[in-house]
């Protein structure tokens, strides 16, 4: 099994930046597509961003295009979610996900098996 743990988040103003750190063990981190999730106050659990166990195949939710990047270090066994032009409905639980399989591309929520406890990001107006 595999153990994630967020960290990172906090309170922010509109327009700032965080940045989010998922560090991993257990088993064998660069063979997982891992990504990023949230979820805002009643609301559906969200794909944020995503990328394939080499850091390739990126891909953003529609709503952090051009303000979000995620990237990740093999070495470290740890992801990131680099948070730019924070914007209030940005607002929720961050989640950091690892794919059930390995080597298995995609990011359907149904195939990520292992989550994160998640983090709260707040930004303010």
């Known amino acids: 099994q595999v153990q994630l743990v967020e960290s990172g988040g906090g309170l922010v103003q509109a327009g700032g930046s965080l940045r989010l750190s998922c560090a991993a063990s257990g088993r064998t981190f660069s063979s997982y597509v891992m990504a990023w999730f949230r979820q805002a106050p009643g609301k559906e659990r969200e794909f944020v961003a995503g990328?394939?166990?080499?850091?390739?195949?990126?891909e953003y939710g529609d709503s952090v295009k051009g303000r979000f990047t995620i990237s990740r270090d093999n070495d470290k066994n740890t992801v990131y979610l680099q948070m730019n032009s924070l914007k209030p409905e940005d607002t929720g639980v961050y989640y950091c996900a690892q794919k059930i399989r390995p080597y298995s591309s995609g990011y359907d929520r149904t195939k990520f098996g292992s989550w994160g406890q998640g983090i709260q990001v707040t930004v303010s107006s």
């Open positions: 990328l394939n166990w080499s850091g390739g195949d990126l």
